[in-house]
Every structure is written in C-alpha cells, then in structure tokens.
C-alpha cells in the first residue's frame, strides 16, 4: 500500500494531450489510492480535451475515459506538491529543471526501468498511439510495483 506521504503523482508530456493524460489513466488505474495528474511544458491554446485517437486507443483497451480531460500547463506549484514527477522525454526532465531546481531526485523518465523514451505519437495515426499506449503500460508497471513496495 502506498504512505499517505507519497501519494501524489505528477505526469509530464510537451501539449497534456496524448501521452501524459495517458499514462496518467494507466497508473491510476494501476495505483488506485495515489493521486496522479497530469500537466503539459507547452500546452497549446487550442487543446481542448485529449487527443480522440489516445481516448479511442485507451478505451478499446478497457480503460476508464468517459471524462472530458482538459490538458493544462505545468506550474512550478505542481512540481513542488508531487512526489514523484514522470516524463516522457529526457528534454521534458531538462525543462523542468529548468523551472524547479529544487526538484532534482523527483523528476524521472517514465520509462526509467525500461530504459528508454516514449515518442509522441500525436498525429501519427492509431498504431504509434496504440504502441505508445504499450511503452506507457510496461513503464507503468516498472513504475507501480516499485512504488507500493516502496
């Protein structure tokens, strides 16, 4: 079970759009009692909810996506209340950084145990969302069992 102290998950991507809002369904479902958001370095003035094709992908895997998601703009506020922060490029790492010094030891790629990166797929069609979808779920994974062991 997860310490009341580390319960707050912050997910990262370049527009909160598609990889972000993602992942974030993935580990709340995965990690029921942690609070998981999501936010974006770059959110579009257009963005209005996520992506149709991740929303699309996401639920033809039987996650819960009934909710409009309104993507929003990551705020040194939301570095310094979470305690983790997960990004999908290491740029996105950098940038934060960048905004919120004091956030080193905190802020990891979302596939830190596997590795590697996930690519943005937005725009690229169903199948590079789909095999976003299956990096963020691997990653999640790495993620949630070596959170509720923590």
């Known amino acids: 079970m997860i310490d009341a ?13 598609c990889r972000s ?3 974030a369904v993935v580990l709340a479902s995965a990690l ?5 958001t999501s936010a974006g370095l770059r959110v579009p003035p257009w963005a209005a909810d ?3 094709v991740a ?4 639920a033809e895997q039987g996650y819960p996506v009934g ?4 993507p929003r703009a990551l705020f040194e506020n939301d570095v ?3 305690d983790l922060v997960l990004v999908m490029e290491h740029w996105q790492r950098e940038d934060i950084f960048m905004r919120a010094p004091f956030a080193r030891g ?5 596939g830190h145990w596997q590795g590697g990166e996930v690519a943005d797929p937005y725009g690229r069609g169903h199948a590079a969302v789909a095999c976003a979808l299956e990096q963020i779920e691997l990653a999640c994974r790495g993620w949630s069992r070596r959170w509720v062991a923590a």
């Open 32 to 36: 029921p009692e942690a609070r998981v």
């Open 67 to 70: 909710q409009r998601h309104v």
């Open 21 to 23: 809002p993602m992942a």
């Open 80 to 82: 310094r209340e979470a």
């Open 5 to 17: 102290m580390r319960e707050r998950i912050l997910v990262v991507c370049t527009a909160n759009i």
């Open 106 to 110: 905190r802020v990891f790629l979302l």
């Open 55 to 58: 929303r699309e992908v996401l």
């Open 50 to 52: 996520m992506d149709p």
